[in-house]
């Protein structure tokens, strides 16, 4: 199974219309995948389903679940402060360890308003799955003035054939 992740708790967040379009080009594909979005999380999973808590709250045990059934993951990256969201490390510190992401594989987008597309993110991002021992795809697409090539959940041409290549890849990988 293939688990989307839009990586932000952000309400009306770009990374899940992405998150949307990069599902509906697997469906082009053949392929299903679910959408997990951190917006969905229990709002006090920081304080409830961590560390000493960690399996003990009930609402967060899905998507536990969810990551350790998923063999390929895609995460969908805004740039926040030249990194990726803190809630999503807080979401991978959650996770079984360290079970949860050993031998899967994971392709990466990012997303800007300016103008690195989350590439730092996507590095940063890419030591830490690594060091999870995932295999992270290659070919990560970084999607800069996100907004200028945007519009009305369609991407530009331009960033809707790097998602298309990055899926062929993901679904040989
Ligand atoms: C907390 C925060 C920090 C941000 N930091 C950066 C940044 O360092 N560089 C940048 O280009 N854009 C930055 N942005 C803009 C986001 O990358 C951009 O708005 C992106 O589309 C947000 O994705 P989202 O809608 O999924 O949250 C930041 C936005 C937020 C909310």
């Not at 895609?74 to 990256?77: C, D, P, T, Y």
């Not at 519009?151 to 331009?158: A, D, F, H, P, R």
């Given at each position: 199974m293939i688990t989307i992740i839009s990586g932000t708790n952000r309400k009306n967040a770009v990374s899940l219309k992405i998150a949307h379009i990069y599902q509906s080009i697997l469906r082009e594909k053949g392929e299903e995948a679910e959408i997990l979005n951190l917006e969905d999380l229990p709002h006090d999973f920081i304080e409830t389903a961590l560390y000493e808590n960690s399996g003990k709250n009930k609402d967060f045990n899905p998507y536990r679940q969810q990551i350790k059934d998923s063999k390929k993951m895609?995460?969908?990256?805004p740039e926040y402060n030249g990194s990726f969201p803190g809630v999503l490390k807080a979401f991978i510190d959650g996770m079984q360890?360290?079970?949860a992401f050993r031998n899967k594989k994971a392709a990466l987008v990012?997303?800007?308003?300016?103008?690195?597309?989350?590439?730092?993110?996507?590095?940063?991002?890419?030591?830490?799955?690594?060091?999870?021992?995932?295999?992270?795809?290659?070919?990560?697409?970084k999607l800069y003035h996100i907004e200028k090539n945007l519009?009305?959940?369609?991407?530009?041409?331009?960033y809707h054939g790097l998602l298309e290549e990055q899926v062929e890849q993901l679904l040989e990988f």
């Open positions: 895609v995460f969908v990256v360890y360290p079970h990012g997303l800007s308003s300016g103008i690195q597309g989350a590439g730092l993110a996507l590095s940063h991002l890419t030591d830490i799955f690594n060091y999870c021992g995932m295999h992270v795809l290659a070919q990560k697409p519009s009305e959940n369609k991407l530009s041409e331009l």
